[in-house]
């Protein structure tokens, strides 16, 4: 089965910059939209950004102007660059792919922002 590989966090300081990766290991068909989730302890998951398979792309409120959601169509893979980076981020990072039938999910990806 394929499966999301998940690349890129880390600890950064406050104002720094993480480029966090998701690829599959294989194909994946009837892909409608990839998401990034990212979940914070004691917090509930929430939706950090999508692209949809026709370009569109949504951003929580308060990640906008500072991450950009990308994707490579020729492989399906996609990519969050985080910039100017706050305490506030400091989540588990879950790439997550909407298809037909069930979604995939990738295994998580620790992002730390502190000083």
């Known amino acids: 089965q394929v499966q999301l590989v998940e690349s890129g966090g880390g600890l950064v300081q406050p104002g720094g910059s993480l480029r966090l990766s998701c690829a599959p290991s294989g194909s994946i068909f009837g892909i409608n939209a990839m998401a990034w989730y990212r979940q914070a302890p004691g917090k509930e998951r929430e939706l950090v950004a999508r692209?949809?398979?026709?370009?569109?792309?949504y951003y929580l409120d308060s990640v906008k102007g500072r991450f950009t959601i990308s994707r490579n169509n020729a492989n399906n893979s996609v990519y969050l660059q985080m910039n100017n980076l706050k305490s506030e981020d400091t989540a588990v990072y879950y790439c997550?792919?909407?298809?037909?039938?069930?979604?995939?999910w990738g295994q998580g990806t620790q992002v730390t922002v502190s000083s």
């Open positions: 997550n792919v909407a298809k037909v039938g069930p979604d995939y």
């Open positions: 692209i949809t398979s026709g370009g569109s792309t």
